[in-house]
């Protein structure tokens, strides 16, 4: 049906997406209808060219890129463009084209008119396939009281999103929300590197020595690097090999990148990760692939192994 499928015997094991995402709805937008069958929209346009060699987000042509940035823009004020088919049926339909068999689920909220994580946790919370973290806005009041209604909710994790929330992971109260992930004993996925979908003043909110603040300052919270810093993967990888609780996740990373950072921290810290739906599974999927295609316990790591250890060390009953 012009729909790509992981053939049999590739990796059949069960793998763990780390990094996804259902509809969010912002400002004057309208939650999402998380339940609706309808066909999907992914950002990345299906006849875009793809230039393997390249992080995904550089493959975008000034075309497509643009109709990204107005689509996401559109989430503010309604919900009729693709995010209202970045929905739970799709995500499990195309997991289950790509042998998935569980996908962390990232929530991103701003510091105002917006409940994704809530609206999220209403929806997951009782699949047993997807895995919530949750968002908390650094500049939000009572952090404490929303993070504990969350976890009585499911959530197994805190998502931080430096640029678009526009807070540096060294700022102060961005260190609070390190506290509490401390104290209740969650991972951080923080989105780490520019994409050059995301306008330029975004930059100084991604810088790696604010990074390394909070890293130092809480070693005992697991700090996971989302897309693995982008261009930036050399210097992530180095913070991977430098601290233990740093983990890079891997989506967008290209297979030569992906071999570097193996060869830099080794791979028992590394996360697959698709970014859904901004690509369909299978765009970061094949790099992964390909970049593991001679080492088979290295490719288990990535895709299983490392995710599902780090999930039960925090006691998500669903690993």
């Not at 094991?13 to 509809?23: P, Q, R, T, V």
């Not at 569980?102 to 105002?112: E, G, H, M, N």
Request: hydrophobic share 35%.
């Amino acid at each position: 049906d012009n729909q790509l499928i992981l053939q049999e015997g590739i990796f059949d094991e069960g793998i763990i997406d780390f990094h996804a995402h259902l509809g969010f709805n912002f400002l004057f937008g309208k939650p999402v209808d998380l339940e609706c069958p309808c066909r999907v929209q992914h950002f990345f346009p299906e006849d875009n060219p793809i230039n393997l060699e390249n992080y995904s987000a550089f493959d975008y042509t000034r075309e497509s890129a643009e109709k990204c940035r107005k689509e996401a823009i559109k989430q503010g004020f309604k919900n009729d463009g693709f995010t209202r088919t970045h929905t739970i049926p799709n995500i499990l339909e195309e997991m289950d084209r790509m042998k998935v068999a569980k996908s962390v689920i990232l929530a991103v909220d701003l510091a105002f008119a917006s409940k994704n994580s809530a609206h999220i946790l209403k929806h997951v919370k009782n699949r047993e396939r997807l895995i919530p973290f949750v968002s908390l806005h650094p500049f939000s009041l009572n952090k404490r009281k929303k993070l504990e209604k969350f976890i009585k909710d499911g959530a197994c994790g805190i998502k931080g999103h430096p640029p678009m929330q526009m807070v540096k992971p060294s700022n102060s109260l961005s260190l609070q929300i390190c506290q509490l992930a401390r104290e209740y004993k969650l991972p951080i996925l923080y989105h780490t590197g520019h994409s050059p979908l995301s306008p330029e003043f975004q930059r100084k909110y991604v810088y790696m020595n604010d990074f390394e603040i909070a890293i130092r300052r809480f070693p005992d919270v697991t700090i996971i690097m989302g897309h693995s810093s982008i261009d930036k993967f050399r210097e992530a990888a180095y913070l991977g090999k430098k601290y233990e609780n740093v983990y890079l996740e891997l989506s967008g990373q290209p297979p030569q990148a992906i071999k570097e950072i193996i060869n830099i921290m080794g791979s028992e810290k590394l996360l697959f990760g698709t970014d859904w739906p901004f690509y369909p599974i299978a765009f970061p999927l094949v790099k992964v692939l390909m970049a593991t295609e001679d080492n088979p316990v290295t490719r288990e790591r990535i895709l299983k192994t490392n995710a599902e250890r780090l999930l039960k060390k925090y006691n998500c009953e669903k690993i």
